[in-house]
């Protein structure tokens, strides 16, 4: 009997994911959206790739939760993006109140399920889900240290012309401006990316994986990244749903690593059939651990308006 995955949201970002999959033909899909017809529609033209693609698993799309019950894993991309004139505290509260609407939901149809946010402002989003959900931390992760690694591997890979494959790398710290691309522990066939870029380029190789999501924004001017963030989320799934142990960088509920609490934060984590099976601790230098600590600040300062906005109500 094939896993269930469940993906919210069929914007880009969830109706991609949702694609990769079912290409993977390893779990049966349901794809959720307020919009009518535009899951259905979506996962009808999924669901016919099928003979083309070679998966027989099913993909459906509802309106409802009823046809999610009982997944074994949950994907929330459903959201607004920021829009001209609007503040960041008022795409906070807006999808704050979103991600608890269906956070709410998934407890209610698959309360023995796995959730991966994806959602911006992403480790604020997850700490809605946490809250919301009473899950233990283990069950509620965030998407985002894959993507922003991927992005770093990508531009080492272009300066250096070498295979992605051989590039090792960790980015850290929360999904935006403040992420912490770990220059120490990143090789290239195990040979230190230091002794191989100089410092001057590597520093704007980094800065550019910082700006990565802005970048792509300024390009398509009406939208935001999508192929790269359900690469990563797929990469998740894959990691849960059998079993394979991967260590990847996830946004975790930090209970005293790193120096850091009830927070999340973007760190090494070990991905099994359990949810979250391990942090990974890496030894920081004194730079890499006040960079961190600068990054886990600006998650908190988010989490304390919402608890002050939530409080207010």
Known sequence: MRKKVTVVGAGQVGATTAQRLFERGYADVVLVDIVEGLPQGKALDMLESGPVVGSDASIIGANSYDQTASSDVVVITSGIARRPGM????????????????????????????????????????????????????RVIGQSGVLDTARFRTFLSSELKVSKRDIQAYVLGGHGDTMVPLV???????????????????????????DGGGEIVNLLKTGSAYYAPS?????????????????????????????????????????????????VQLKLSDEEAAMLKKSAAAVQELVDVMHKKKAAD
């Open 87 to 138: 503040s960041r505290d008022d795409l906070l509260f807006t999808n704050m109140n979103i991600i608890a609407g269906v956070t709410a939901q998934v407890v209610k149809h698959s309360p023995d399920s796995i959730i991966i946010v994806v959602t911006n402002p992403l480790d604020a989003m997850c700490h809605v889900a946490l809250e919301t959900s009473g899950f233990p931390r283990e």
């Open 231 to 279: 690469a990563g989320v797929a990469e998740m799934v894959d990691s849960i749903i059998l079993d394979q142990k991967r260590v990847l960088p996830c946004a975790i509920y930090l209970q005293g690593e790193y120096g850091l609490r009830d927070l999340f934060v973007g760190v090494p984590a070990k991905l099994g059939a359990s949810g979250l099976e391990q942090v």
């Open 184 to 210: 120490g522990y990143t090789t290239v066939g195990g040979v230190p990316v230091a002794n191989l870029v100089p410092k001057a380029r590597l520093d704007q190789i980094v800065q550019r994986t910082r």
